[in-house]
């Protein structure tokens, strides 16, 4: 467009003040600084959490475990105070659920699970590398039966035994009889 359109008045203010002048909200870039701590006092300020000693929260809101003898009565082991940070969110940031989500310690979780697969993996073909070792060496040497085997005979003849103690419970089955006449005639349980 090489010239203003006739109705686009330049003389007076326009709404340019309306448009979208941020591009990238500043909660994309930072996010708070969990678990970071500012300062770390000697002894118990007025002011301070009575439970922790912290300036940053009273006792009501310290999410430290309720202490026996509070950090005010003590001055003992008193907790740093917290570092408090303020985000100037939109509205967007507000509701946005992954907010100052971090993927790089997703792909650490990831690298741990892999990890943890691997090692099973080869336990695993360990034991049967083992298993046909010891084959190989009860054909080479004994046609006997090892030990393993003898224990899962036992477990397998356990089993029978429980199925058939089982089935010795349905055998008494106990019949109710209902009459017309307000009374039964059979045992009722």
Known sequence: MSSAPWYLNAERPSLK?????????????SWYDRGAKI???????????????????DAKLCIERPRK???????????????VETFELDYDGKRDCWNGYDASTYAYIIERYEARDEARRKYLKDQQLKKLEEKNNNQNGEAGV??????EDDLRVDEAKVDESKQMDFAKVE?????????STGTVR
């Open 39 to 57: 300062f770390q006092a000697d002894k118990y300020r007025k002011g301070a959490c009575e439970n922790c000693g912290a300036m940053t929260h």
């Open 146 to 151: 090892s030990d393993e085997e003898d224990d």
């Open 175 to 183: 019949k109710r009889v209902r009459t017309t006449g307000g009374g």
């Open 17 to 29: 003040h309306q448009r979208k002048w941020k591009l990238d909200p500043n909660y994309t870039k």
């Open 69 to 83: 003898v509070g950090a005010k009565w003590t001055s003992k082991h008193i907790a740093p105070d917290e570092k």
